[in-house]
């Protein structure tokens, strides 16, 4: 069964330390990768998304993601964590339909002081 | 504005008491869908739908209906609500290959 995992149910960074969330689908085909955020008592919001073209994907916030086909990989990074920062991650792929998507069970960010 | 509106926001009900949680959607988006969202099981769809009158179950529909007779409501139905539907609740509504925007969410306690 196709599948997204993201590794790492929690991750604690310090401030200004990378941020490196990882996450891997299970396809052969080209699929369409988006990264949501979800802050504390609100809804998910898009951080960005990869369809075609570059590969390296800039979102908000200064969150950037890049797709390695080889590895099935859509990993998010940030250079510099911040405290507002803090929230939950959901990485999702669409695969095989235009609409449905196939999501991971989100990453909790926590960010130290 | 482009959104996805749901109500209410928040509600409190009881066992067996017919509910309706509405969303609303004005970007003339074929696709629409709901989520339910629970601690450490993270998003899982309830129903999705296509386009009008093209409805689909998700992964967890038992206990909820829907309906679309408009391209842009989707109500999510719970017949007669039991505790275990106490959750929080996402509506969402997207174009082909397009990432889906998302309402800001019902919370329903059932007691």
């Not at chain 2, 004005?26 to 386009?51: A, C, F, K, T, V």
Request: charged share 15%; net charge positive.
């Amino acid at each position: 069964a196709q599948s997204v995992t993201q590794l790492g149910s929690h991750v604690s960074v310090s401030e200004g330390a990378l941020v490196l969330l990882r996450c891997n689908y299970s396809s052969s085909v080209p699929p369409y990768l988006f990264w949501y955020v979800q802050y504390p008592n609100q809804g998910l919001q898009l951080l960005l998304k990869y369809t075609t073209g570059a590969t390296l994907v800039k979102g908000i916030n200064g969150f950037e993601a890049e797709f390695k086909k080889s590895e099935t990989s859509f990993h998010l990074t940030k250079p510099s964590a911040h405290m507002s920062d803090a929230a939950e991650y959901f990485c999702a792929v669409i695969l095989d339909s235009n609409y449905q998507l196939i999501w991971g069970a989100g990453t909790k960010l926590i960010i130290k002081p | 504005e482009a959104q996805v509106t749901q109500n209410p926001r928040y509600l409190i009900t009881v066992t067996g008491k017919k509910l309706t949680v509405t969303c609303s959607q004005n970007m003339n988006h074929e696709y629409m869908s709901w989520y339910r969202q629970d601690p450490g099981l993270g998003l899982r769809q309830i129903y999705y739908s296509m386009n009008v009158e093209v409805t689909d179950k998700g992964d967890v529909p038992e206990g909820y209906k829907v309906s679309r007779k408009e391209k842009r409501n989707f109500p999510l139905i719970l017949e007669s609500p039991s505790p275990n539907q106490t959750s929080l609740y996402f509506c969402a509504s997207s174009g082909p290959n397009q990432p889906q925007h998302f309402g800001d969410g019902t919370r329903l306690s059932i007691l």
